[in-house]
C-alpha cells in the first residue's frame, strides 16, 4: 500500500516582493488614475471588416454555411439579373436607334412636305383672290 506524505514548501511561506505596508497604504485605488484610463485611439484604427471577421467565432459553423450559401446564391441570382437586364437594354436601344432613327426621319420630312403643300395651297388661294378681285374691276384684257 502507498503511503502519502506532506513535504512542505519553503518558498511558500517566505515573504514575497511587493508593496510595503507603508506603500499600500499611499496606493489608492478609489480615483481616477492616468493609468487606468482606455486609450481611444486603438478602437478608431479598427475598421467594420475587422469587427466582422471578430464576430466569425461567435456565429456557428452550420449556421456560418447556411449564411454563406445563402449570400452566394443571392450575389448569383443579382449577377445574373443584371446581366440579363443589361442585355435586355442593349437590345431595346439598338433596336430604337436602328428602327427609331429612321422613322423619326421620315415623319419629319412627311410633315415638312405637309407644310410646304399647305404653304402652296394658301399662296394659290391668294394668287385666285388677287386674280379675281382684279377681275372685277372694268379694266379689259389687251390684245
Known amino acids: 500500500m502507498v503511503q502519502l506524505e506532506e513535504v512542505e ?4 511561506n517566505q515573504s514575497q516582493p511587493g508593496p510595503t505596508k507603508e506603500e499600500e497604504d499611499e496606493w489608492d ?3 481616477e488614475s492616468d493609468i487606468s484610463e482606455v486609450d481611444d485611439a486603438d478602437d478608431l484604427d479598427e475598421t467594420l471588416l475587422d ?5 466569425k467565432d461567435i456565429v456557428p459553423p ?5 449564411l454563406s450559401n445563402a449570400t452566394e446564391k443571392g450575389y448569383s441570382w443579382a449577377s445574373s439579373a443584371l446581366s440579363l437586364s443589361g442585355k435586355t437594354l442593349w437590345v431595346v436601344s439598338t433596336s430604337a436607334l436602328l428602327l427609331g432613327v429612321p422613322w423619326a426621319l421620315a415623319f419629319s420630312e412627311e410633315q415638312q412636305v405637309q407644310e ?3 404653304e402652296m395651297r394658301m399662296q394659290q388661294s391668294a394668287n385666285e383672290l ?3 378681285g382684279s ?3 372694268n379694266a379689259k384684257p389687251a390684245i
Do not use: F, P, S
Open 9 to 12: 514548501d519553503d518558498e511558500l
Open 29 to 31: 485605488t478609489d480615483t
Open 51 to 55: 469587427r466582422i471577421v471578430a464576430l
Open 62 to 66: 452550420t449556421y456560418r454555411k447556411q
Open 116 to 118: 410646304m403643300e399647305r
Open 130 to 132: 388677287l386674280t379675281q
Open 135 to 137: 377681275g372685277q374691276t
